[in-house]
């Protein structure tokens, strides 16, 4: 019954923004930590951002820190993923993803084997 559908996902130009967004639902928002991943063709699925199930925390990967931003939206089931100044190597499948755990108020897992649900995935390119 869980259900992460993500949007937003297109091609951009080279120092671009998108902005995605992941619809929750059968599942109790507030109680869960929420996070992106992406994969590119041939590498390992990779963590991108999370965010605790407060909102009150946030974590980020190096290679997006300062470009992205992760929030979310309460009274929508949202998450979201804004993003700028793109660049080529962010080319990838784009996921979201929900917590195994509730953890506390600044719980921000950063891999893959502490989420539980996983969206569809959305397609974002970036050309040069």
């Known amino acids: 019954q869980v259900l992460l559908v993500e949007s937003g996902g297109g091609l951009v130009q080279a120092g671009g923004s998108l902005t995605l967004s992941c619809a929750v639902s059968?599942?109790?928002?507030?109680?869960?930590?929420m996070g992106w991943f992406r994969q590119a063709p041939g590498k390992e699925r990779e963590f991108v951002a999370a965010?605790?199930?407060?909102?009150?925390?946030?974590y980020y990967a190096d290679s997006v820190k300062g470009r992205f931003s992760i929030s979310r939206d309460f009274a929508k089931y949202t998450v979201h993923l804004q993003m700028i100044n793109l660049r080529p190597e962010d080319t990838a499948v784009y996921y979201c993803a929900a917590a195994l755990n509730s953890g506390n108020y600044y719980y921000t897992p950063r891999s893959q084997y502490e989420y539980k649900y996983w969206g569809q995935g959305t397609q974002v390119t970036v050309s040069s």
């Open positions: 965010i605790s199930r407060s909102g009150s925390s946030s």
């Open positions: 059968g599942l109790t928002f507030s109680s869960t930590a």
